[in-house]
């Protein structure tokens, strides 16, 4: 049977190419039943150009979507990933605290080297990112909890001056 085209391209997002924001907001809340359930844990990443250099918002398409995909290329092809007001929101299934950390810190590390175009003209420019997550079921069980803890952290890497990675917002 084939696919329904239409019916998926209505879950991604045309500026990233990367699911929509609601569409994430749902699939964080289906993984937290799903670990309650089994007993699995897994971490939320939100991850925001630094603003030194504009953010996301009011930038090409173009731009938006290279940031996606060299976001991509740094995780695994099962991890989801979305637009969300904070940004870009990164799922990573069946992976804990210490590990989620190591993730995001190399996302990091690896946005720094890489030229993005800016859409506008032929320039590119190289970008910082600052890193906010939350890891089920530490920081929180229910969606809710862990949208609100993750954006908590990406406040608080803002707030210290961009360029890293928080997921305890309260560690000095």
């Known amino acids: 049977m084939a696919r329904d085209r239409g019916s998926t391209d209505q879950l991604v997002d045309p500026s990233g190419g990367v699911l929509r924001g609601d569409v994430f907001r749902f699939l964080v809340s289906q993984e937290a039943s799903r ?3 089994y007993r699995n844990f897994f971490s939320i990443c939100f991850v925001e150009v630094d603003s030194g ?3 996301l918002a ?3 398409h173009e731009f938006v979507r290279t940031v996606c995909q060299v976001l991509r290329q740094q995780i695994r092809d ?7 007001p904070e940004g ?11 590990f989620a950390l190591g993730i995001a810190e190399r996302l990091r590390a690896h946005v720094r080297h890489v030229a993005i175009p800016t859409g506008f003209t032929a320039a590119t420019e190289h970008i910082t990112i600052s890193v906010g997550g939350a890891c089920f079921p530490r920081d929180g ?4 909890a862990l949208l609100t803890h ?10 210290r001056g961009g360029d890293r ?4 917002p309260t560690a000095p």
Do not use: F, K, N, W
């Not at 099962?78 to 969300?84: A, E, I, M, W």
């Not at 870009?88 to 804990?96: E, F, Q, R, T």
């Not at 993750?150 to 707030?159: E, G, K, T």
């Open 53 to 55: 250099v504009g953010g």
């Open 78 to 84: 099962t991890d989801p990933v979305g637009l969300s």
């Open 141 to 144: 069980q229910t969606e809710a």
């Open 88 to 98: 870009v929101g990164i799922l990573l299934l069946h992976v804990a605290d210490q």
């Open 150 to 159: 993750a954006s908590r952290s990406l406040d608080v890497a803002r707030r």
């Open 165 to 168: 990675v928080v997921y305890d």
């Open 35 to 37: 670990a309650i359930r």
């Open 58 to 60: 009011g930038r090409s």
